[in-house]
C-alpha cells in the first residue's frame, strides 16, 4: 500500500510578516541615507562643479551619489531596478534575500575578472575562442647581421666592367661566386701567359710532381724502404747525424744487453738485467716510449723480435725462458727445451726464414728447435765450445764458431754437417756474422782483429768433410783497427758496410766498408760518445743505427749517405 503526501497551503501570516520585514528595511535605508546627506548651502557654484569633477554622479554635493555607483563600474549594462527608476535623485540600497547580488569585487588574480554568476558566461566565451578557426597572431623575428662573412660566399659581378666581361662564358652570366672568379682569373692569364717548358712535366717518362719516394712510402706502413739502383756507399766517408737517445723516455739503470729494431715498424727495443723489455717507437726527435715488459724472475742476457714482428723472445741464466706476444700483450714462460740438461740456455739466435731457434748448449751442441713450438727438432755436434753462430737469409744454413777456431756449416733440413774450415792465423774466435747477401762471411778475434771471408770461395771449392781435420781458408782482408776482443758484428742490410765493436774498451767501435774493405776514416771520431758499446744493430732499411752501452743509453745514428727512405727519417728531415 503506497502513501501519498501534500505540500502544506501557504500561510498567509508568513507572507504578511515577510513583507512588513522588506518595509523596515527601506525605511531604514531611507532614514540613512537623509543623515548622509551633505548640506550644500554654504558652498558656491566652483565647489560644486570641483565634486562633480572629482566624485561624479547625477546629483552633485551628495556622497549618496557616488556610494550608489561603487562596484558598479564595469557594468554599464545592467538593467535599473524599480527604484533607481522611481527616484533618479535618490540613492536607495535595498536588501532582497532573493536577489542579492554583490557590490563590487576586488580583483586578485590579474586582468581576469569574474562575478559571481558568470561563470557560464566565461566558459562559454573561452569554449568559442578555442574553437574559432583563427589562428594565433604568428611571431615576427628580425633577422640578425652575420657574425662574419665568408669570401667564398661572395658573389661577383661579371657583366658591369669591361674588364669582368671576357671572363663570362654566356651572355646571360651576369654573377659567379669568389671561387669561379679566381679559376676563371687564372685560366686567362695562362691564356696569356703560357706555362714555360722547364715546368711543364713530362707525363710519358712517368714523372709525377713531387718526389716519387715521398709518395710511395705514404701508401704503406709496413716496409718503407725504397732501393735506389746503383747507389754505393763512398769508401772516403760517411755521412752521420746523431739524433736523439733511442730511449731517453726511460733510460735503463743498468747496461744494455740487447737492441734490436722491429723488422717492420719504427719500434725499437732493449734489454738488460733489469729484468726489463722497454719498447719505443722511433722518431728521431721523442722517440717515446711505448711499454715495459718486466720478468721478475730473469736478468735478460737476450731479447729479440721474431722474423715477422709478432713475439719476442727474451732469454737468461735460467733453464727457462720467456715469449711476449705482441698482439695479444701477453708473457708465455718455455720451461726449457725437452730432453736437454742445460740449465743455461742464455745465448740464441733467431732465423730469418721464421722458422728456428738455434741455442747454444753445453758440451759442444747447438739445440735447434722450433720457433712455432718452442720444442726441440735436432741436436748439431761440433769438436770444442760453441762461441758464436748465425743463419744464412733463407734460413737453409747455420754457421758455428767453436773455441778451437773452427768454422762448421749446417744444412738446417738434413740437420748434417756440410763443411769444417779453419783460418790457422786467427785466434780465440769470439764471434761470427754473415751478410745478407750470402757473399761476405766475417770472425771476430779475441785480439781484436777481424777477418774477412768470401763464402763462396771458402764453403763452395772446399771438400773438407766433418769428421776429419778441417780445411784450411785464407781471408780476403784482415782488419786490425781495434786491441780488444771483438764482442759484436752487424752487416748493413745492403752488405755495403760491417760494423764491428769491442765492450772491453771505450768507444772502440769501427765502421768499415766492404767493397773496398776500408774502415771509414771520419767516424766515429774522439769526442762520439759511445762509451762502452754492448750491442749493435741496423734499422730493417739501413737508414738508422742503434748502439746500446753500459751506461743504460741507446746511442742513435742516422746514415745520411744512405738514400733509402725510412718514415721516421722523413718527419725528420721535414
Known amino acids: 500500500m503506497s502513501s501519498t503526501y501534500a505540500l502544506p497551503p501557504p500561510n498567509p501570516a508568513l507572507s504578511h510578516r515577510k513583507r512588513k520585514r522588506k518595509a523596515a528595511a527601506a525605511a531604514s535605508s531611507h532614514s540613512a541615507n537623509d543623515r548622509l546627506r551633505v548640506d550644500d548651502g554654504d558652498k558656491d557654484e ?107 660566399d661572395l658573389l661577383v659581378d661579371i657583366a658591369t666592367k669591361t674588364r669582368s666581361r671576357k671572363l663570362r662564358k654566356a651572355e646571360a652570366e651576369v654573377v659567379i661566386s669568389s671561387t669561379d672568379y679566381e679559376t676563371r682569373l687564372r685560366s686567362q692569364f695562362e691564356k696569356i701567359h703560357p706555362r714555360p717548358k722547364w715546368a711543364v712535366t713530362d707525363k710519358k717518362d712517368g714523372v709525377r710532381e713531387g718526389d716519387p719516394e715521398e709518395m710511395d712510402f705514404l701508401k704503406t706502413t709496413t716496409t718503407i724502404a725504397q732501393k735506389k739502383d746503383g747507389f754505393h756507399f763512398s769508401p772516403d766517408a760517411i755521412a752521420v747525424t746523431r739524433l736523439k737517445d733511442g730511449n731517453q723516455m726511460a733510460y735503463s739503470p743498468c747496461v744494455i744487453q740487447s737492441v734490436q729494431f722491429h723488422p717492420k715498424t719504427p719500434v725499437m727495443l732493449t734489454a738488460g738485467y733489469d729484468k726489463a723489455v722497454r719498447l719505443f717507437r722511433i722518431d728521431g726527435k721523442i722517440n717515446p716510449k711505448i711499454q715495459s715488459i718486466l720478468f721478475k724472475d730473469m736478468p735478460i742476457h737476450q731479447a729479440q723480435f721474431t722474423a715477422d714482428g709478432k713475439q719476442i723472445i727474451a732469454t737468461g741464466a735460467r733453464k727457462h725462458f720467456y715469449t711476449y ?37 753445453e758440451g759442444g751442441y747447438i739445440i735447434l728447435a722450433s720457433r712455432d713450438t718452442k720444442q726441440w727438432i735436432a741436436n748439431l755436434r761440433m769438436n770444442g765450445k760453441v762461441r758464436s753462430l748465425c743463419f744464412s737469409l733463407d734460413g737453409e744454413y747455420l754457421y758455428a764458431v767453436t773455441s778451437d777456431d773452427d768454422i762448421y756449416q749446417f744444412e738446417t733440413r738434413s740437420r748434417q754437417c756440410l763443411y769444417k774450415v779453419k783460418d790457422i792465423s786467427a785466434y780465440k774466435t769470439t764471434s761470427i756474422a754473415l751478410s745478407p747477401d750470402n757473399h761476405y762471411i766475417a770472425t771476430g778475434l779475441k785480439s781484436g782483429i777481424v777477418n774477412i771471408y768470401d763464402r763462396n770461395v771458402v764453403f763452395g771449392e772446399s771438400t773438407s768433410n766433418c769428421s776429419g781435420p778441417a780445411a784450411s781458408i785464407t781471408p780476403l782482408k784482415s782488419l786490425s783497427n781495434l786491441t780488444t776482443s771483438i764482442r759484436n758484428m752487424a752487416f748493413h742490410p745492403t752488405s755495403q758496410a760491417l760494423l764491428f765493436s769491442s765492450r772491453s774498451m771505450k768507444d772502440a767501435l769501427r765502421l768499415a766498408h766492404m767493397p773496398s774493405f776500408k774502415v771509414f776514416p771520419n767516424w766515429p771520431t774522439n769526442i762520439t760518445p759511445l762509451s762502452h758499446v754492448n750491442s749493435v744493430d741496423f734499422s730493417p732499411n739501413g737508414g738508422h743505427l742503434a748502439m746500446g752501452n753500459d751506461k743504460g743509453v741507446s746511442v742513435l745514428y742516422a746514415l745520411n749517405r744512405y738514400k733509402h727512405v725510412c718514415i721516421f727519417a722523413y718527419f725528420m728531415k721535414k
Not at 740464441?348 to 747454444?360: E, G, K, Q, T
Request: one cysteine or more; hydrophobic letters at 35%; a negative charge.
Open 325 to 361: 706476444d705482441m698482439e695479444k700483450g701477453t708473457a708465455q714462460t718455455i720451461y726449457g727445451i725437452r730432453g736437454r740438461p742445460e740449465k743455461n740456455i742464455a745465448e740464441f739466435r733467431l732465423s730469418p726464414c721464421n722458422r728456428y731457434i738455434a741455442f747454444v748448449g
Open 46 to 152: 566652483e565647489e560644486l562643479a570641483l565634486e562633480e569633477f572629482i566624485f561624479g554622479g547625477d546629483v552633485p554635493g551628495t556622497i549618496d551619489g557616488v556610494l550608489s555607483k561603487a562596484g558598479k563600474e564595469l557594468d554599464a549594462k545592467a538593467p535599473q531596478t524599480k527604484q533607481d527608476a522611481a527616484s533618479p535623485t535618490t540613492d536607495i540600497v535595498t536588501h532582497d534575500d532573493d536577489s542579492d547580488e554583490p557590490l563590487f569585487t576586488i580583483d586578485t588574480q590579474g586582468d581576469a575578472t569574474i562575478f559571481l554568476g558568470q561563470e557560464g558566461k566565461i566558459h562559454d566565451h573561452i569554449t568559442s575562442s578555442l574553437n574559432s578557426p583563427k589562428p594565433p597572431p604568428a611571431i615576427i623575428l628580425q633577422p640578425k647581421a652575420p657574425v662574419w662573412e665568408d669570401d667564398d
